[in-house]
């Protein structure tokens, strides 16, 4: 008998009727100083030194419209929050960049600046002591160790060493300053003999390539104050398949041409195959003639088929979940050699192809990872890398998702670990690798579906080659895992334990196992849900993928194993119906800047009224898209969300519900996905709850109003016979939540 569909209940068009807004508390006295004269006239003579550097510009920088200065606050004082709102009202200019907690990177004006030499002027000449300057231990040009990215420290050692570098200008700087200030780049680096390799406008600023001696390097990004940053440019990582058998005569296409898009940017899409070009909308080749389409075929394959590309061709039809897309991203010299974008290029290509896309394909899949070319499998670090910035940046503008792939461990060419699986993800090499730091993408890591008596791990588990997180700093990453091969004995390959695609060709089957594979089965259940769920934003796909995610039980209980997980496997089934022992409750909309939303939903008394222990449990996932920026290190994501539950009493007083029992930690501070869960036995009652959602900020927002999606799960731990909650809400809140998040069709993978 078919079971009766239970679909979430929507709250998307019942805006939360309490929500309000709250101002914070201000003010504060000045800094306390052992001598406030010895402390004015030591802060003078550093402006003093910063404005006769500033007198020495080059004609290329001398007529920007802004000055760039380094301030250092007392160790126990922080950028972030009021000190640093505080700084920003004092040198009348914005934070730009925080390499640690007391020390800003501010942007000011020529004008602005001059008023604060005059301001410490006086604070030098004055008797009265305390004063707003207090705060400031230290006033400096921007170092050059503090523009360096990730792991580049070590590059400046020898000075003779050839480097390929990425020179990042303020983004606040006009378009006429950054093409001045790229004329003097040139210009000094044809002088010593270096390279200027081209600039690249990206929604971040501008990122100029460069090559040249570290000496060189080194000196040019001194000598502009409007440089920012400096990072290694990284190679693109691609993987091959193997070939398979050819897909017989007899199995059939069954189009659907109303499919929803998804963008590829991969190495090209095979053309001529009666497989694919009825699926292919677009075909762009933005560097020239694509050099080989093996990868980007098999991945766009996976976007088109899913994962049961064996079963379909086994049954004689191949029927599309989407269309793609293809946008190649490498091209080929006179005489074949294969080109890979370089990172300014593929940042290039990915926010061209986001304006041009957007309004079509809302889902963009990367299976595509850097890696530094001097490093094996280089990982990302304490700053977020260019790439998967742009990628942040463009999520939010355009309100698209990105799907990329967590990266594959060992390297292509290094020999596989001795270490047993899962030992070696104790290494620090076996992180994610860029750009699956992106905050507001999915990122995906493998699991593996198939087994054997001679495969690696079994299946469900993790796969072998999958990378681990934490992306920036602590936060979880992957994302989720979805099916992406698995491997025998030895770390050898086999075809029966690898996941399935078409090959190259276009004609044939290919097998292959990688993140990169397992990426597009998520980015085609991304699109699939956007299609089928009427308007829906990108917030809601990614709170639905990652809420309901089955987490392994092995992973609970193993720090090694739950930083590979992240939220755990892909469970489509579960994405858009309740079942009789869960009812979740679904909400869209935006949230200002220190403002509550109240999310309500009910908890019926058939639940919290039985005699048993592990009476109720409630999960909770909020996902939004905050601003973000990579010059504030650990700060990347300025906004923070803070989540609680709260249960209306008679008087329809909040008060706030704690539990016996808590499940595994899942909020991650200033992440974009906020998770919680709570597991009830006792003193627990039924009736009318909230789900309270508040931003906060240590940074000033440009843009405070942010998209949210939040889903709230009432469910039986113990999956009780009789049990129907759905019903139990019908039944009990008649009429007030009759609003279904209906679907249109099934998902399929």
């Not at 929500?19 to 004269?37: D, F, N, Q």
């Not at 890979?340 to 394909?361: F, G, N, S």
């Not at 270490?419 to 994610?432: G, S």
Request: with cysteine.
């Amino acid at each position: 008998m078919t079971e009766s569909p239970r679909p979430h209940i929507l709250l998307r068009d019942q805006a939360p009727p309490d929500t309000r807004t709250y101002s914070g508390g201000g003010g504060g006295g000045t800094y306390p100083r052992t001598s406030y004269e010895q402390h004015a006239r030591r802060v003078f003579r550093e402006a003093e030194e910063l404005r006769a550097l500033f007198s020495k510009l080059s004609r290329s920088e001398h007529m920007l419209e802004k000055r760039y200065v380094r301030i250092e606050l007392p160790d126990d004082c922080k950028v972030t929050g009021a000190d640093g709102r505080k700084i920003e009202e004092v040198v009348h200019g914005t934070i730009v960049g925080s390499p640690s907690l007391n020390v800003g990177h501010f942007s000011t004006s020529p004008s602005s600046f001059s008023l604060l030499l005059e301001e410490l002027a006086r604070y030098a000449d004055s008797t009265v002591g305390k004063s707003k300057f207090a705060a400031i231990e230290r006033l400096a040009a921007i170092p050059f160790h503090e523009k360096l990215g990730s792991g580049m420290a070590g590059a400046f050692n020898e000075d003779d060493t050839e480097l390929d570098v990425l020179l990042g200008l303020f983004p606040d700087l006009l378009s006429r300053e950054r093409d001045s200030v790229c004329q003097g780049i040139k210009a000094m680096l044809s002088a010593a003999g270096g390279t200027f390799a081209g600039a690249t406008e990206g929604e971040t600023g501008v990122y100029i390539r460069v090559r040249a001696r570290a000496a060189d390097v080194q000196a040019v990004a001194q000598s502009f104050i409007s440089i920012q940053s400096v990072d290694r440019t990284e190679e693109v990582v691609e993987l091959s398949s193997r070939p398979g058998p050819q897909i017989e005569t007899g199995v059939t296409v069954v189009p659907r041409d109303d499919a929803p898009l998804v963008c590829v940017i991969d190495t090209g899409v095979a053309t001529g195959s009666r497989f694919i070009d009825p699926f292919v909308v677009a075909r762009e080749q933005p560097l020239g003639p694509p050099h080989s389409e093996d990868h980007g075929t098999f991945v766009a394959s996976r976007v088109l088929f899913g994962d049961s590309i064996r079963d379909q061709v086994a049954a004689g039809t191949l029927d599309n979940r989407t269309r793609v897309v293809s946008v190649s991203a490498f091209t080929r010299d006179s005489i074949g050699n294969k080109i890979p974008p370089t990172t300014e290029q593929l940042i290039r290509i990915v926010r061209d192809t986001v304006a041009r896309w957007h309004t079509q394909a809302r889902v963009f899949n990367l299976s595509l990872n850097l890696s530094k070319p001097d490093q094996a499998g280089a990982t990302v670090g304490n700053t977020v890398s260019p790439l998967a910035a742009e990628i942040d940046a463009l999520s939010r503008r355009y309100s698209v998702l990105f799907v990329v792939s967590a990266g594959n461990y060992p390297p292509t060419g290094s020999p596989p670990p001795a270490d047993p699986f899962p030992d070696y993800f104790t290494r620090e090499e076996t992180r994610v690798l860029a750009p699956a730091e992106a905050m507001l993408a999915i990122t995906v890591g493998s699991c593996a579906e198939r087994e054997n008596g001679g495969s690696m791990v079994s299946a469900g588990s993790p796969s072998p080659f999958t990378r681990r997180g934490p992306g920036l700093g602590t936060f979880r990453k992957p994302d989720i895992l979805a099916h992406g091969g698995n491997n025998g004995a030895g770390w050898r390959d086999h075809d029966d334990l690898s996941v399935a695609g078409i090959g190259p060709q276009g004609d044939a089957i290919a097998y292959g196992c990688g993140t990169s594979y397992a990426a597009p089965v998520v980015a085609s259940l991304a699109a699939q849900i956007l299609d089928c769920i009427p308007n829906a934003t990108v917030e809601l796909v990614r709170a639905l993928l990652v809420h309901f995610a089955r987490y392994p039980d092995d992973a609970r209980t193993s720090d090694v194993l739950s930083k590979v997980v992240g939220n755990g496997r892909i469970d489509p089934a579960r994405i858009l119906r309740s079942t009789q022992w869960q009812q979740t409750y679904a909400f869209m909309g935006h949230i200002d800047f220190r403002q509550i939303l109240r999310i309500p939903f009910y908890v019926p008394s058939g639940l919290t009224r039985r005699k048993t222990l592990e009476r109720l449990r409630v999960r909770c996932t909020v996902a939004f898209a905050p601003e973000t920026n990579r010059t504030l290190r650990s700060g990347y994501c300025k906004s923070n969300l803070r989540c609680k539950l709260v249960k209306l009493d008679s008087q329809s007083r909040e008060k706030e519900v704690t539990s016996e029992k808590c499940a595994e930690a899942m909020q991650d501070r200033y992440s974009s996905v906020v998770r919680l869960e709570r597991t009830f036995s006792r003193h627990v009652g039924h009736g009318d709850w909230k789900l309270l959602v508040e931003q906060e900020s240590r940074w000033r927002l440009k843009d405070s109003r942010t998209p949210v999606a939040a889903l709230v799960t009432v469910e039986d731990p113990k999956s009780e016979r009789g049990i129907d909650i759905r019903a139990m809400i019908r039944a009990e809140a008649q009429g007030r939540y009759a609003t279904e998040l209906t679907a249109k069709h099934v998902l399929r993978v």
